[in-house]
């Protein structure tokens, strides 16, 4: 049955909880009785609280917003200036034309736009008044002029070597769109690691359990065997110094049970930990749900290898980095070439002493003007520009590199959890003969016993050997388990399989 799903949220909340003031701590933890947690309650506190998970996506959020502000380049640009200049000049002797007041009163506003092509279209309007008193012929009155004009101006600047293209002119973006993509990336693999430990964590939880139940149970058989030993005694069918053993024994047995509890604080303080989980004099031990019966079933290392390539977000992490850096040699390499830009314009005037006849000689197309600029500048030596380059050349290759080495560390953790799972899958059935015959031993061994053939130390000895194979058989189930996790993790499966979700 699958997990209910499970969001992440970006949630942090404090995990640890101690009363210090209190000086009954050690004795109410003590007291306590482990908390029953199933491992889908587990990962559903872990993904609400994981301050991992909560950082990750902060950091795609923050990549989305990078986007949104690398695409500022496509915006339009609106632009408008005024200006207004008044001049005023005593007259000069002789000087018959000039101007002994000036009054200028100017206004323009453009619209500009970059195209995927690296140029820069713009359309502008213009319009100005000018007012001039002339100083006129000796003895006449000064002469005043007023004229406007107006203009409307279409432009275009394209560059045709550096700069000329859709990759130079939106590599900002296609960065900016890489790196979220290798941000969200980064959040999965951060998820699926965290998945993978708790899951991991939490059946070594269950395992510490099944290991105190075992040695209670073997406590268990060591007093019952006490109680029948010390019958026969009192019945003189038994010597005394058989009670010998048997409490030599069982002080060994009591001795594992108490490593058994604390290695259940152990495990369960270290499940906390890594799940977020609230820590306090209550809140120590866990009980796991009982170790599954896990369901073997044949794993091919090639289908397993070929699935973690695919769905490895490590790797495709590396090849969106690849591709940014492809990008930047591709953008650098266009960055040697000299800087060549035209320039053309072109659009109507209108001149007139009325504002009203400039506009009409504007929309008449009474005149015109046309002008064209070519320019070119290069910087001899162009060092940056090829140190540029080569930087973004030994980047592509170092990006190379790792993800050959990465491939490989995929590999290597494949084949460990497939033979893994494999060893694990055999082990339980070698176990599980063990433990039939374990049981069968020990009955046969109260039977010799009985019969005054055995003594106690082989029957407890017979104990033992069935509490081992318990033991073995429960760690090849949770190693089994713990496989199985590693092997979802690698194939992208863990997050599915238990219903996680991340927004």
Aim: hydrophobic share 40%.
């Amino acid at each position: 049955m699958r997990a209910p799903s499970l969001v992440l949220v970006c949630a942090v909340v404090p995990a640890v909880a101690f009363a210090q003031d209190d000086p009954n701590t050690a004795e109410q933890a003590a007291a306590s009785p482990p908390q029953q947690l199933s491992l889908s309650e587990v990962l559903q506190v872990s993904v609400r609280q994981s301050r991992v998970l909560a950082s990750a996506t902060i950091d795609v959020a923050i990549a989305q917003a990078t986007i949104l502000e690398a695409s500022g380049v496509e915006d339009w640009l609106l632009t408008a200036t005024g200006s207004v200049l008044l001049q005023r000049d005593e007259p000069v002797a002789g000087d018959f034309i000039g101007s002994n007041e000036v009054d200028i009163f100017r206004a323009d506003a453009s619209i500009s736009k970059l195209l995927s092509t690296g140029a820069t279209v713009s359309l502008s309007i213009e319009g100005s008044r000018q007012r001039r008193v002339l100083a006129g012929l000796p003895g006449t009155n000064p002469i005043e002029a007023t004229s406007y004009d107006t203009g409307l101006t279409a432009s275009i600047t394209q560059p045709l070597l550096r700069g000329r293209g859709e990759k130079p002119t939106r590599a900002a973006q296609i960065r900016a769109r890489l790196a979220k993509d290798a941000t969200q990336l980064a959040r999965e693999s951060t998820a699926r690691a965290l998945i993978r430990d708790i899951i991991l964590s939490y059946w070594e939880v269950a395992f510490a359990h099944r290991g105190l139940d075992i040695s209670l149970a073997s406590l268990d058989l060591a007093n019952e065997r006490r109680r029948l030993t010390e019958s026969r005694v009192k019945l003189g069918n038994a010597a005394p110094t058989e009670l010998t053993a048997v409490d030599q024994i069982i002080a060994t047995r009591e001795e594992d049970v108490l490593i058994a509890e604390l290695s259940i604080s152990e495990r369960s303080l270290d499940l906390r930990r890594i799940a977020g989980l609230e820590i306090g004099p209550s809140h120590i031990d866990i009980r796991s749900a009982e170790i599954v019966a896990a369901e073997p079933r044949e794993l091919s290392i090639d289908d397993v290898l070929e699935r973690a390539y695919a769905n490895s977000p490590e790797i495709a992490a590396l090849q969106a980095r690849g591709k940014g850096a492809t990008l930047d040699v591709e953008v650098t390499e266009n960055g040697l070439l000299p800087r060549l830009d035209l320039t053309v314009s072109a659009g109507p005037i209108g001149t007139a002493e009325t504002l009203r006849d400039s506009f009409k000689n504007l929309s008449e197309f009474n005149g015109y003007q046309v002008s064209g600029n070519l320019s070119l500048s290069h910087s001899l030596g162009n060092n940056a520009a090829e140190g540029a380059h080569d930087r973004a050349r030994e980047e592509l290759r170092q990006i190379q590199v790792d993800e050959r080495d990465l491939r490989l560390q995929v590999a290597v953790a494949v084949v460990r959890a497939v033979k893994l799972a494999r060893s694990a899958t055999r082990r339980m059935e070698l176990s599980t003969t063990a433990i039939e015959l374990s049981e069968k031993n020990i009955t046969a061994e109260q039977r010799r016993f009985e019969l005054g053939r055995s003594t106690n130390f082989d029957v407890l000895q017979r104990q033992d050997e069935l509490k081992q194979a318990q033991q073995r058989y429960a760690r090849a189930a949770v190693d089994y388990l713990r496989a199985q996790a590693l092997i979802d993790e690698l194939t992208g499966d863990i997050l599915a399989k238990y219903g996680i979700t991340i927004e």
